[in-house]
């Protein structure tokens, strides 16, 4: 089990925060926080609990998929991609 | 239109409950739109709902000095709401009598908070999202959320707050200060007293706070009081308030 934690400050002021439990390409674990936005605010928390036991190859095309269920504001859906890739890559 | 005033007085337990029993209830069509007016006593400490908690606030702190904490139903950041020097704001509303577009309602809104600062001679500037600023200091935050037909909106206004005590309460992320460069609180953080040289009180605050909404949002208020209904509600959302399993959700 490898634990990944990474931070963003996102253009405008806010912080993204995710934190990461990989078991090789599995995640076992996702938190993703901060001081964003998120409407409706439930979504964040589907968002995480769709992304575990998926494999990371698969989390982009589910986190596009789910651009539609909510609108976030402060942070975009790309600050996510791009800092889990960084975390992955990390 | 006419819109309902309420001013009042809790605990922050409390306080977040009577919010969330309204905005429950206004989706219902049981509550009428609202502008309620508070004070958080004693004093207390709030954090966003997508907030880590250790991310967030400092625990040691707030519990060796006794004040209260709890997450709120809506996001943003940590706010120490100071019982001698801040007043608590909410809106209820008709998403249709605010706006539909988010950024959009947030910037009317706070236009209440710039009226009022107004009213005291000095400038303020909305900053988006949810800030208010005097002479480039942040002196407000707001938070929203919604439900299919209704907003809450409640933020604050500093008028008098003990930035020393604001600043051992609230956990600023170190990449967050890197940007702000190395700047004390008191560089980034103001209140209405250190930008008039005296301290309005909270009198004049609420006041200043009633006209300025009524300015941002085209509204008479008739004073009244919470409802048996709301006060039910609340009654049965302050245990999550104070739960642990909700302020250490994440």
Same mark, same amino acid.
């Given at each position: 089990m490898v634990k990944k934690s990474g931070l963003r400050r996102i253009k405008g002021g806010k912080t993204l925060k995710i934190d990461l439990e990989l078991e090789s390409d599995i995640i076992k674990d996702i938190i993703?926080?901060? *001081?964003?936005?998120?409407?409706?605010?439930?979504?964040?928390? !589907?968002? !995480?609990?769709?992304?575990?036991?998926?494999?990371?190859? *698969?989390?982009?095309?589910?986190?596009?998929? %789910?651009?539609?269920?909510?609108?976030?504001?402060?942070?975009? %859906?790309? *600050?996510?991609? !791009?800092l889990l890739d960084d975390l992955i890559n990390s | 239109m006419k819109w309902r005033l309420?001013?009042?007085?809790?605990?922050?337990?409390?306080?977040?409950?009577?919010?969330?029993?309204?905005?429950?209830?206004?989706?219902?069509?049981?509550?009428?739109?609202t502008l309620r007016i508070y004070v958080i006593k004693p004093s207390g400490v709030t954090f966003g709902y997508f907030q880590r908690i250790h991310d967030a606030i400092n625990i040691d702190y707030l519990d060796s000095m006794k004040i209260d904490y709890t997450r709120r139903l809506t996001g943003g950041g940590a706010v120490y709401h100071d019982m001698n020097g801040e007043i608590t704001y909410s809106v209820v509303a008709d998403i249709d009598d605010i706006s539909w577009d988010i950024l959009e309602s947030y910037r009317i809104i706070c236009q209440g908070i710039v009226y009022a600062i107004e009213e005291f001679g000095l400038k303020a500037q909305y900053k988006p999202i949810n800030d208010v600023l005097v002479n480039g200091k942040k002196i407000s935050g707001s938070a929203q959320a919604r439900k299919k037909r209704s907003l809450l909106q409640h933020g604050t206004l500093m008028y008098n707050t003990d930035l020393d005590i604001l600043a051992k309460t609230i956990r600023v992320p170190k990449e967050k200060m890197l940007a702000h460069g190395i700047k004390s609180i008191r560089e980034r953080v103001t209140t209405l007293a250190l930008e008039l040289g005296y301290n309005p009180g909270y009198r004049r605050v609420i006041n200043a706070l009633i006209n300025g909404f009524k300015k941002a949002l085209d509204i008479e208020l008739e004073r009244q009081k919470l409802t048996p209904m709301e006060i039910r509600y609340a009654k049965r959302l302050v245990g999550k308030y104070r739960s642990r399993e909700w302020i250490y959700k994440r």
């Open positions: 993703i926080s901060g *001081d964003f936005f998120a409407y409706p605010a439930e979504a964040i928390e !589907e968002l !995480e609990n769709t992304l575990k036991g998926t494999s990371i190859h *698969d989390l982009r095309n589910i986190i596009i998929e %789910f651009r539609k269920r909510v609108t976030l504001v402060g942070i975009s %859906f790309k *600050d996510i991609i !791009e | 309420i001013i009042d007085e809790g605990d922050v337990y409390w306080d977040m409950a009577v919010d969330e029993a309204m905005l429950l209830l206004h989706e219902e069509g049981l509550t009428p739109n």
